[in-house]
């Protein structure tokens, strides 16, 4: 009890970031200022995120002016209960969003057919009716007045993770998309890419959700390969035309805002790493951060400790020992270790080699080969830097890079895989690269997890470790490992591939959910650890499921 208090005493004497702090956002309501601060400190919700996704009654200056008295009336000093009954007469958790029903739905897209497994047919047109319940559109309100609401306007409907995330969010919806155009909802998948054209074409770059408390950080830079998904499926020349210019741009913010100078063997790469410059608490997360970095007392190190939490939300992996150091080994199992910054990863690397790849396929479509060219130059230049830097041939595998040891982190993690699922390495070795990939992954014990591929071999507590599988990465190693043509990679690919199907379909059988992350120990058990409940919906889990069961189920 006695050490509880210290902690509260201390959280509360924690004074606000400093005005030349790079904050969250601009709104004083829902990024910054005393209001965020003294509703987030006491706790009022369980989860963080629920405080900053209500909407406001009245307009945000109403909404600080009835701040402001109450904090006269209180001298400054008000109770919980007060600041409880603050929230409820100012904030309401409803007006938002609408329930959407994608006009383009189709009930049994062509390629259920072609899957003679009746088990696994009836489970993906399971999957591709779950589109109908995560369907939504912004209400006309928010476009009204868009100060009473933390989301981000967007023109049109759209499909949302689930759970708690209740709005768009960046790297899920590359897979989305994919599970999308699979089931032949072009129209859907076109409006969803629309959407972040016009966040590019309002903030410069696309934020790691559409909600304004996000507009510090983006997330993996994958929406050039979604476009390319589009294109390839529908070949619509004259919609490229239209947007080509707004995808080059977010791909030029992060060469302009997310490259970093690495030194190895006394030569200089250009390579990327995840770097929010924002040194304040997460709005959605605002207890839980300062709690992390309430042990810097320098106020330097306490903005570096955020700054390096809010990088490894950009990550897409918040949170993970994958970003985990101390001084002396460059290892950490807790939070407040986090240095993302340090980190050159191999999967952003691979994003963004494939996605200059696919802007040079783009700008040949339309015609334009000098652009074609560069960025195609841009592409083999990255590649090169990735194999030089990040390439362990004695392990036969690619490794993230730490830049303060200037050596690499010899950690497994399903990243290490990205270079192959984006063919960023020298496909005239494809077998060979695959063999090795394969060996590394046989050696790591990898083969004995049944429920999937472990995001890490570390437990953690973080939810982007041991003993959870997400999604997205088992489609990385998955389809890496296949499109080697090895063989003993495409056994390891074939047989992780139905591993997950199989764990998916248990866990949908025992619960009727599909859920964000995986056990890989009790095949189809949930997912645990991190800052919030296991969510379920799942976006980016159906997208992977229904695109793994199109490459490794389908009739040829």
């Known amino acids: 009890m006695k050490r509880l208090t210290i902690v509260l005493v201390a959280l509360f004497s924690y004074g606000i970031a400093k005005p030349e702090t790079l904050q969250s956002c601009d709104s004083p309501v829902y990024c910054q200022g005393d209001l965020l601060d003294t509703v987030q400190r006491f706790q009022i919700f369980r989860d963080s995120k629920t405080f900053v996704d209500m909407s406001q009654v009245n307009s945000a200056n109403k909404t600080l002016d009835n701040f402001e008295k109450l904090m006269n009336n209180t001298n400054n000093k008000p109770t919980k209960e007060e600041v409880e009954t603050f929230v409820e007469e100012n904030f309401v958790s409803k007006g938002e969003l609408e329930d959407w029903t994608p006009p383009d739905f189709k009930s049994n897209p062509a390629f259920l057919k072609s899957i003679d497994d009746l088990v696994v047919r009836h489970f993906a047109k399971m999957l591709v009716s779950i589109w109908l319940d995560l369907g939504r559109k912004v209400k006309s309100e928010v476009n009204e007045d868009p100060d009473k609401y933390s989301l981000i306007p967007l023109p049109n409907g759209f499909i949302v993770p689930g759970g708690r995330f209740q709005e768009v969010y960046y790297w899920d919806?590359?897979?989305?998309?994919?599970?999308?155009?699979?089931?032949?909802?072009?129209?859907?998948?076109?409006?969803?890419?629309?959407?972040?054209?016009?966040?590019?074409?309002?903030?410069?770059?696309?934020?790691?959700?559409?909600?304004?408390?996000?507009?510090?950080?983006?997330?993996?830079?994958?929406?050039?390969?979604?476009?390319?998904?589009?294109?390839?499926?529908?070949?619509?020349?004259h919609w490229l035309r239209q947007y080509i210019d707004v995808v080059e741009k977010e791909l030029k913010w992060w060469l302009s805002n997310r490259v970093i100078d690495v030194e190895k063997d006394g030569v200089n790469y250009t390579l990327a790493h995840y770097a929010s410059e924002s040194g304040t608490p997460r709005p959605e997360s605002y207890f839980e951060d300062i709690s992390t970095c309430l042990s810097f007392e320098d106020q330097v190190d306490k903005e570096n400790c955020y700054k390096d939490i809010k990088s490894g939300a950009e990550s897409g992996w918040d949170f993970s020992t994958r970003w985990f150091f101390d001084a002396e080994s460059g290892t950490n199992t807790n939070l407040t270790g986090i240095q993302t910054r340090r980190v050159v990863p191999v999967d952003l690397n691979s994003y963004l080699c494939k996605a200059f790849k696919v802007m040079a396929q783009l700008y040949t479509r339309i015609g334009n080969d000098k652009k074609s060219y560069e960025w195609q130059k841009k592409s083999s230049s990255w590649q090169k830097s990735i194999e030089r830097v990040l390439?362990?041939?004695?392990?036969?595998?690619?490794?993230?890079?730490?830049?303060?040891?200037?050596?690499?982190?010899?950690?497994?993690?399903?990243s290490n895989f990205a270079p192959l699922y984006c063919d960023c390495y020298d496909t005239a070795f494809r077998k060979k690269y695959g063999s090795r990939a394969a060996k590394y992954f046989v050696d790591q014990g990898i083969n004995e997890y049944q429920g999937g591929i472990p995001t890490s071999l570390k437990q953690g507590g973080e939810q982007w470790d041991m003993p959870n599988a997400w999604p997205p990465l088992q489609e990385m190693v998955i389809l890496?490992?296949?499109?080697?043509?090895?063989?003993?990679?495409?056994?390891?690919?074939?047989?992780?591939?139905?591993?997950w199907v199989d764990a998916n379909i248990i866990g949908y059988i025992n619960s009727k959910k599909m859920y964000e992350k995986y056990d890989t120990?009790?095949?189809?058990?949930?997912?645990?650890?991190?800052?919030?409940?296991?969510?379920?919906?799942?976006?980016?889990?159906?997208?992977?499921?229904?695109?793994?069961?199109?490459?490794?189920?389908?009739?040829?």
């Open 173 to 237: 919806s590359y897979w989305i998309i994919k599970g999308l155009l699979l089931s032949e909802m072009t129209d859907t998948a076109r409006g969803m890419l629309e959407n972040f054209l016009s966040l590019v074409e309002r903030y410069g770059f696309i934020p790691n959700g559409s909600r304004v408390y996000y507009l510090n950080r983006s997330q993996p830079p994958l929406l050039a390969l979604m476009v390319g998904l589009y294109i390839e499926n529908t070949n619509d020349v």
């Open 391 to 414: 390439y362990d041939k004695e392990d036969g595998i690619w490794h993230d890079y730490d830049t303060v040891l200037s050596k690499p982190r010899k950690l497994f993690f399903p």
């Open 480 to 499: 890496g490992l296949k499109n080697t043509g090895d063989s003993e990679a495409l056994k390891i690919s074939e047989n992780f591939a139905k591993r």
């Open 521 to 556: 120990i009790n095949s189809g058990r949930y997912g645990e650890g991190g800052e919030y409940n296991v969510q379920d919906g799942f976006g980016w889990t159906n997208g992977v499921a229904l695109s793994i069961i199109d490459i490794f189920y389908r009739r040829c």
